[in-house]
């Protein structure tokens, strides 16, 4: 099998081949280029097209829709190859249809450039011819002419039959199992012909002892052959009498059917004739008919000329009229269309008023909310006064509270140092500073001077307190009142926003006072066209000059359809007009016409009485015949 040409649409990669692949100017080919590019699925292609087997589809076609192209509703490969110098074509398709897909197989011969179908009644059919054709299945193929991809050792694989199966296609061996068939099929033939033999001569052995009695069976048979050929003598000698008389038989016959043949289309021509002659003589009185009326038809038809002329320049007139009239509507759907317009302007010039006036007397309620919210933002701004003050307030009280901190911190210290200084006193006779030594009495007097100072410290200290949750009360007061006020003023934005948006609302105002002025100046401007006319002033002016076109023309649709009314009743009169004219040039004409047929009709006549006559002299000597 030799390729020759590869055609694909929607196969796997190959959605479509501008041109199919030819394979006829290339001896050896190898097929190269990056993985998934194409080269395996022409393969798949030959093999799907030969057998409906490819990569990833068995015997059964499972797999089959896996190869059309994606989304593609169906797919086709034809493929053209030549075997031992014969070409052949196989175009296989494949349609998605629901769940089951329909597939169709088609096996062609080409002779000479033309195709002859080898297609069987059913795919496995035609299958079974391609395989015949190829002598090989697709088995066979994958296994030999074409090893595929990481299946190289297939054939290894195969059992003993298997390979042998293989082998024996590829190498054409089944031909001689094919001559063994035959062999056998002829040794049985020439052995039954043998036994018919046998079974022949047996029989002519059996005959042969009958021959003595068949020998005088013969003589007698040839006895009565004598007799029955002088017998068959006789008839024929009568046979030839009897055929010379069916031969003049036969020809009276035949005069006689020549005769009748003649007389029925004699007759059927005098019937004509007879037809003719009364259709001339209904003519005639038709035409007699009409010249009595000849001065009636012509003054009908003189007035349907007449009135034919005046209608012919009433529709002229009615054209000029429509057209006229077209142009006028035309203008004043214009005309109407202007004034609509410039009435819907007007009525969108007051909606625009409308809710222009609605916005503008909105000023009042703007103007009082704006006052509103600048008290508001004054109250913000007093607030925030207040806050501040606080604040100054806070940072005093701080410093006061840290102060008096350090000043109790000290007065602690000096207690503390105090009591020390005391408490050694108490210990020692010698002054716990100047190491002096100290009578009793100086001890006494130090000791009390130590106990005032620590009594005067401590109550310093209690003030010190005192003061200080004071100022920490205060402190906490002024923190809540400042928290309460910075969450007021949060509040300022909002309303700073709001003035903003106000004063652009009042901008707004303005600028819609503006448009309102001018709208009323426009819808007064407007109204005045209106009231005027004036708008679409060329169309006005045109309505107005096909107007008097219009008057001028004086086109009347009730005079025309009365004229064309009375038309259809005088119409008839064309027609006979026709036939009086006709009648005045072919009366005399059809006069001799019937005295002509008539004559002829009498020959006809005397020709058919004639021929009866020479038939039943005919009919006379046919009967002698049959009686001698």
């Known amino acids: 099998m ?13 959605k479509y081949m501008d041109e199919p692949l030819d394979f006829s100017s290339i001896h050896t080919a190898v097929l190269c280029g990056p993985n998934g590019h194409g080269k395996s699925t022409l393969l798949d292609a030959i093999t799907w097209a030969l057998w409906g087997q490819a990569r990833g589809v068995d015997k059964r076609g499972t797999g089959t829709d896996d190869l059309i192209h994606h989304k593609e509703p169906h797919m086709q490969a034809e493929f053209t190859f030549e ?24 096996f062609q011969i080409i002779d000479s450039g ?43 694989k195969k059992t003993a039959n298997e390979r042998k199966e293989i082998l024996s296609q590829i190498l054409g061996l089944s031909i001689y199992d094919e001559l063994e068939e035959l062999a056998k099929e002829k040794r049985k033939e020439v052995n039954e012909h043998l036994r018919l033999i046998d ?39 009568a046979l030839a009498n009897l055929r010379e008389k069916k031969a003049i038989f036969d020809v009276k016959a035949m005069q006689i059917t020549e005769l009748n043949a003649r007389c029925n289309q004699t007759k059927i021509e005098i019937e004509e004739m007879e037809v003719q002659l009364k259709r001339l003589k209904e003519n005639e009185v038709q035409a007699n008919k009409l010249l009595a009326e000849k001065e009636a038809i012509d003054l009908a038809y003189l007035e349907l000329s007449e009135l034919r002329k005046k209608e012919e320049q009433l529709s002229r007139d009615e054209q000029t009229f429509r057209m006229l009239e077209a142009k006028a509507n035309n203008l004043k759907h214009i005309i109407a269309q202007a004034k609509n317009n410039l009435e819907s302007g007007i009525n969108h010039l007051l909606q625009r008023k409308t809710e222009l006036e609605k916005e503008i007397n909105q000023r009042s309620a703007i103007e009082l909310a704006l006052n509103q919210n600048k008290a508001k933002l004054i109250e913000f701004e007093q607030a925030e006064q207040e806050l501040n003050e606080m604040r100054e307030r806070y940072s005093e009280l701080q410093k006061k ?69 004071n100022l920490a009360r205060e402190l906490d007061k002024l923190r809540a009142s400042g928290k309460e006020l910075s969450e007021k003023i949060k509040e300022k934005s909002v309303f700073q926003a709001k003035e903003g948006s106000l004063i652009e609302k009042l901008r707004a105002i303005d600028k819609m006072s503006e448009e309102l002025a001018m709208i009323n100046r426009q819808v007064n401007e407007l109204n005045l066209k209106l009231a005027q006319d004036a708008f679409a002033v060329d169309e006005h002016f045109e309505l107005e000059r096909l107007s008097s076109k219009l008057r001028d023309l004086n086109y009347q649709a009730d005079e025309h359809q009365k004229i064309r009314e009375k038309l259809k009743k005088l119409l008839k009169y064309e027609q006979l007009k ?31 009485d004639e021929d009866k006559k020479k038939i039943e002299a005919l009919t006379k000597e046919i009967k002698a015949l049959k009686s001698a």
């Open 2 to 14: 030799i390729p020759v040409e590869l055609k694909l649409t929607n196969f796997m990669s190959y």
């Open 199 to 237: 079974d022949r001569l047996i029989h002519i052995d059996q005959e042969l002892e009958q021959l003595p009695i068949y020998e005088r069976e013969l003589e007698k048979a040839q006895e009565a052959l004598a007799k029955i050929q002088d017998e068959i003598k006789g008839a024929e000698e």
């Open 578 to 608: 026709a036939n009086l004219d006709n009648a005045e040039t072919n009366i005399e004409m059809i006069k001799s016409t019937s005295e002509a047929l008539f004559n002829q009709k009498e020959a006809k006549l005397k020709l058919l």
């Open 114 to 156: 033309v195709p002859r179908s080898l297609t069987g009644e059913s795919i496995n059919a035609t299958q079974e011819v391609i395989n015949r054709t190829l002598r090989m299945d697709y088995e066979t193929f994958i296994n030999s002419a074409l090893i595929m991809q990481g299946h190289a050792d297939n054939f290894m």
């Open 83 to 106: 075997l031992e110098g014969q070409l052949y074509r196989v175009i296989r398709s494949r349609q998605r249809k629901g769940k089951i897909g329909l597939t169709r197989l088609e």
């Open 401 to 469: 509270i840290a102060e008096l901190d350090v000043s109790k911190k000290a007065l602690e210290e000096k207690v503390f140092d105090l009591e020390r200084r005391r408490s050694l006193l108490s210990d020692d006779d010698t002054c716990p500073l100047c190491k002096k030594p100290l009578a009793d009495h100086e001890k006494t007097k130090i000791s009390e001077e130590f106990s005032n100072e620590i009594s005067l410290a401590k109550r310093q200290i209690g003030s010190c307190k005192t003061e200080l949750a």
